[in-house]
């Protein structure tokens, strides 16, 4: 347990629909980040949080993805009208030195 | 050309022999270098890190940097049947990039 929590840890939604992931990360790093995992592949980078500014986005990440982090401590991730291609694994990391993992979220896009 | 390029293998090693893992960058002003270990279903979790040239050893786990050559390996000793995973290289340049993964299998 690296003390990044992610919930849900499974999500599975029908194409078309919104889904908003949250991640609590280890409370004394002020950085925090979002990437997506596909199998077979490493971490994909979606975007980064210095406390509560959102200081890069990658150019992965469509206008239907949107990440906040308010009072820069937990920060969420909203996926609008999902598509098939956004099944994925969504990992949250906290930085010190290296980044520590959260658990995932699972996202299935029927 | 990827960032950060690994072997997907699979790597295949006996129980207590040696199991090396290699990556390659291709920025030359990557600063940080770091392995990860992932088991299957599960999220990353940090096992080294290197920043300078040479050898970095934590118990059975050598880390070797070669910025010249931009690579990077991990050497795991005494190879056992619960290292079993994929491990991530995972490269720090303005932001972290990892490779895609060498999957290792150690048969007992």
């Known amino acids: 347990d690296t003390g990044v929590s992610q919930n849900p840890r499974h999500k599975i939604t029908k194409r078309g629909q919104n889904v908003t992931f949250r991640c609590d990360p280890i409370?004394?790093?002020?950085?925090l980040y979002w990437y997506r995992q596909t199998l077979g592949q490493g971490p994909e980078f979606l975007t980064y949080?210095?406390?509560?500014?959102?200081?890069?986005k990658s150019r992965l990440l469509s206008d239907r993805f949107s990440a906040e982090r308010p009072k820069g401590s937990f920060s969420t991730l909203e996926i609008q009208r999902t598509e098939q291609g956004d099944s994925a694994m969504y990992l949250c990391?906290?930085?010190?030195?290296?980044?520590?993992f959260g658990p995932g979220t699972r996202l299935t896009v029927l | 050309q990827k960032e950060v390029e690994q072997n997907s293998g699979p790597l295949s090693v006996p129980e207590g022999a040696i199991a090396s893992l290699n990556c390659t960058y291709s920025?030359?002003?990557?600063?940080?270098f770091f392995w990860y270990r992932q088991y299957s279903g599960k999220s990353p979790e940090l096992i080294m890190s290197?920043?300078?040239?040479g050898d970095k050893e934590d118990g059975r786990f050598t880390a070797q940097l070669n910025k010249a050559s931009q690579y990077v390996s991990l050497l795991i000793r005494d190879s056992q049947p619960s290292d079993s995973a994929t491990y991530l290289c995972?490269?720090?340049?303005?932001?972290?990039?990892f490779g895609a993964g060498t999957r290792l299998t150690v048969k007992p």
């Open positions: 290197i920043y300078s040239n």
């Open positions: 920025d030359r002003g990557s600063q940080s």
């Open positions: 949080f210095q406390n509560e500014a959102q200081l890069e």
């Open positions: 995972a490269v720090k340049g303005n932001d972290m990039r």
């Open positions: 990391a906290s930085y010190e030195i290296g980044k520590f």
């Open positions: 409370s004394e790093h002020n950085r």
